[in-house]
């Protein structure tokens, strides 16, 4: 990228390669991708199901551990298995909030369990910090998941992540199970967090308004391969060069009905 | 218009688990003609209900009542069962989210299609076959004999909602209900869908109900579009006229969507008065 | 917001309806007795499980108290007395040394219990480490501990107790071992499928992003998740253990004579069995009482307990 010093660059993918299974049954879910991500700011990726968005991401957490090439995070290659204190400085947040809190979990336990895990004390001041930051009153955290609307939860996966006080989020489609009305108050939770904290983030998603309204910068993918890199402004103003990223935005911007001639009965 | 269907105070109440009814479904009221009808809502605002109750297709512990639920001739409220299942999926069919489970998983796609022809019509076994293969070339497949061989699980989304319309379409219905139909469709697919759908639709003259809880994709798809929320339909109006909306629900519902042509700095985050509960309909 | 008057502790009995009740829970203690006084009322709304529970209360009652209910000794012979049909004097009647077979299931009672619970507290902890541990980890460790599984369970249960009890000796302590070795494999089987729909989901990832290693996973997440139905499991074995325990009894390599343990009893009734029916009919209808007392439980349990109640 031109113009950017290193020490700006928060995050780094080089060639990228994830391959499913092995012989001749095996998937190459994402080839050759490479991209950075400037400290504070917020990247998306965006394609459709089967593109490999979310396999890069996983691979960026350590989740699918055989990967090719360079994952860089503030220009040091991060080890695979993931170290402890890597998971201190990125979290992730999942699609599904019905999937990704364990059910038997009270909140409380679950915003407990990273401080455990890591040592870091007062722990029921930082709890209550973090629902405070996403918008939930201290009482949530002795609710259970079931007890939780799906926009509830998805904050409380968000507090999840910000109790470790993390420098990168991964951000999984984190509003695509989620009503318009209640996507619009997560959007607007992320944004402004990212912009008090100093977060950089890397956003997956399918669809178009959400990674535009979020992202400064976006990379298209198709078949695991990233097509093109844009800034949200040319989404905004139809500039594009690739064919696929044309079809994209042109059926994401809505339907044009081919009003058929009547026919006979 | 000719009025196909007609629904007036439409109730539909579940028993609650600490006791007494959960009313989902608090006075529902439309008409509908040959157009494609949009009902849209979030989760839990009842337009599913809607299209399942219009179908009876809803679990029997539901309590149902209404004014007038007729379509056409035919009383639906009071309609026999045996009379109900041969309105559903003959006289009015049903498009549902994801094919891969409202087909049977055990059966090809050859079967169940020349299934749902005979049916609904008097034709041996080779007529089905090719009026199968004839259906599925009208929803602009491009092979298929080789879809026919597949099974359910083998279909992409999008072949496995064609497949859906095809066998839809046999029986010539008079309404379609689509629940949902593209929502788990990707972008540059759901067009095709829609397409299809719609030519479909027009050929044989039907209605369309459409459900869905995507407002910008009605106004374009849909002629009319009802609003529901919390059970009622808040709002009545013809689907070019969507941005001028009146209920401060379905404004609120537009408001909250990133725009696709600018950047804006807040997302407006609907705020819900307890009025539209309870407040004068339209 | 509506305002409850709710505190830490329950101070009275009007209260804690409320407490248990309150919509929203102020205090990890309020939060956990909450959910369980949910469990409890959906358990308490199934009849036939409480009809089991109610047996299961009455059988620990009558092991508790068997000195006191029992009209006499359980080894208390009378030669003049002996098989007597069932009477005022004698309710189940007496066996071939005169002695009261009521009495006998009575005392019996805290030997099947005793056996029983043994076994389950043995079995179910092993079986879901092993099933647990499995099914996370999988790779060799997975393919070694199904082998092993395998093996066990290509023998009954009781050939397998059998095979134990012949090597270990003859006794109730052993027979309560051979019966743990027998019944945990099918238990690991559970727990490690239970393990294998949950290790890919998000909150399992979400865990190892807070850092969690593979033991806090197993011990923490992944258990919890496989409880409830290793607890209706073992309950629903609990018939299946009773009867392998009455079998080594009723094959002489459980309980030894004269102990009044319900198989050993019933193994003696049984040469009587054509004349003297109620020698072996008694101890007989005591086990199978239990087993559907434990039955019953267990279907309510598997209702009260579904994860997706919460």
């Known amino acids: 990228m031109t113009g950017a010093r290193s020490g700006d660059i928060a995050l780094e993918l080089r060639n990228l390669d994830v391959t499913f299974g092995d012989g001749d049954s095996s998937v190459r879910a994402v080839a050759d991708v490479s991209l950075q991500v400037r400290r504070g700011t917020s990247f998306g990726l965006i394609g459709e199901s089967g593109s490999g968005k979310s396999t890069v991401l996983r691979a960026i957490a350590g989740l699918n551990g055989n990967y090719g090439g360079t994952i860089l995070l503030d220009g040091a290659e991060i080890p695979m298995p993931r170290p402890k204190s890597f998971f201190s400085r990125v ?175 | 218009m000719a009025e196909r269907l007609s629904v007036k105070n439409l109730r539909v109440s579940y028993p609650a688990p600490a006791g007494g009814w959960n009313e989902v479904l608090r006075g529902v009221s439309f008409d509908l003609g040959r157009e494609r009808l949009a009902i849209v809502g979030e989760s839990g605002s009842g337009k599913s209900t809607t299209g399942r109750a219009i179908m009876r297709l809803l679990p029997d512990q539901a309590r149902v009542s209404s004014d007038r639920m007729s379509f056409g001739d035919v009383d639906l409220m009071k309609a026999s069962e045996r009379r109900m299942r041969s ?133 374009d798809f849909c002629d009319r579009v009802l609003v529901m929320y919390a059970g009622r339909v808040v709002e009545e109006i013809a689907a070019r006229d969507l941005e001028h909306a009146r209920h401060p629900y379905t404004r609120a519902l537009l408001g909250s969507l990133p725009p696709t042509d600018r950047r804006v700095d807040k997302l407006v985050v609907p705020e819900r008065d307890p009025a539209w509960l309870d407040g004068p309909l339209p | 917001m509506t305002e409850h008057p709710i505190t830490d502790a329950p101070p009275t009995r009007e209260s804690l309806r409320d407490w248990l009740n309150a919509p929203v829970a102020k205090s990890p203690g309020q939060a956990r007795a909450q959910s369980i006084w949910r469990a409890a009322k959906r358990l308490g709304g199934n009849y036939a499980a409480m009809a089991g529970l109610f047996i299961l209360i009455v059988l620990v009652g009558a092991a508790a108290f068997a000195p006191w209910l029992a009209p006499y000794g359980p080894f208390e012979q009378d030669l003049n007395r002996r098989l007597l049909p069932p009477s005022a004097d004698h309710w189940f009647g007496t066996d071939q040394l005169g002695r009261d077979i009521y009495s006998r299931v009575l005392h019996g009672a805290s030997i099947t219990l005793r056996i029983a619970l043994l076994a389950a507290a043995i079995a179910g902890p092993i079986g879901l480490l092993v099933g647990a541990t499995a099914g996370y980890l999988g790779g060799w460790v997975d393919t070694v501990a199904m082998r092993v599984v395998d093996v066990f369970l290509a023998f009954p249960a009781l050939i397998l107790a059998l095979a134990f009890v012949a090597a270990l000796g003859a006794g109730i302590n052993n027979a309560v071992i051979a019966i743990a070795l027998a019944s945990w494999p099918p238990i690991a089987r559970l727990a490690r499928a239970e393990t294998l729909s949950v290790r890919k989901s998000d909150y399992i990832a979400a865990a190892r992003l807070t850092g969690a290693g593979p ?43 004269p102990m009044p343990e319900w198989g050993a009893m019933l193994a003696t009734g049984r040469e009587f069995m054509l004349t003297h029916w109620w020698l072996a009919t008694m101890p007989g209808i005591a086990i199978l009482t239990v087993s559907l007392a434990f039955n019953l439980l267990g279907d309510g349990l598997r209702d009260a307990l579904d994860p997706r109640h919460g």
């Open chain 1, 91 to 265: 979290q992730m947040v999942f699609q599904d909030p019905y999937g990704s809190l364990h059910p038997r979990k009270m909140v409380r336990a679950v915003l407990m369990e990273p401080l455990q895990i890591h040592g870091i004390g007062d722990r029921d001041r930082r709890i209550a910090e973090a629902l405070q930051a996403v918008g939930l009153t201290p009482d949530f955290a002795y609710r259970y998941p079931h007890q939780l609307s799906g926009g509830q939860r998805q904050r409380v996966a968000i507090a999840r992540c910000l109790v470790l006080e993390p420098e990168l989020l991964l951000l999984d489609e984190p509003t695509s199970a989620l009503d318009v009305s209640v996507q619009a108050g997560v959007l607007n939770l992320l944004d402004a967090l990212r912009r008090e904290r100093g977060l950089t983030y890397v956003m997956v998603s399918h669809d178009l308004r959400v990674v535009a309204h979020m992202c400064d910068r976006i990379a298209v993918m198709t078949e695991g391969r990233m097509v093109e890199e844009l800034d949200a402004d040319a989404i905004y103003e139809d500039r594009c060069e690739d064919p696929y990223t044309r079809a994209l935005l042109h059926s994401s911007k809505g339907y044009q009905r081919k009003d058929t001639p009547d026919a006979a009965e």
């Open chain 2, 87 to 219: 309105i559903r999926g003959g006289r009015i069919a049903m498009v549902l989210q994801d094919a891969r489970y409202s087909l049977n998983p055990l059966h090809r796609v050859r079967r169940q299609i020349a299934e749902a022809c005979r049916l609904h019509a008097r034709m041996s076994r080779a007529e089905a076959h090719d009026r199968a293969l004839d259906l599925l070339e009208q929803v602009r497949i491009r092979n298929p004999r080789r879809v026919m061989d597949l099974y359910p699980h083998e279909l992409s989304g999008g072949m496995g909602q064609r497949v859906m319309i095809a066998m839809m379409l046999a029986a010539e219905p008079e309404l379609v209900i689509a629940d949902e139909p593209t929502s788990a469709l990707d972008v540059t697919v759901r067009g095709q869908i829609l397409d299809i759908l719609n030519e479909r639709v027009e050929a044989q003259g039907a209605a369309l109900i459409f459900i869905s809880h995507d407002l910008p994709l009605v106004a």
């Open chain 3, 215 to 257: 033991l806090r996973i197993i011990v923490r997440h992944i258990m919890p998740i496989c409880i409830p139905s290793v607890v209706i499991r073992v309950t629903l074995n609990m018939a299946g253990i009773i009867l392998t325990a009455a079998g080594l009894g009723f094959l002489g390599l459980g309980a030894q004579p």
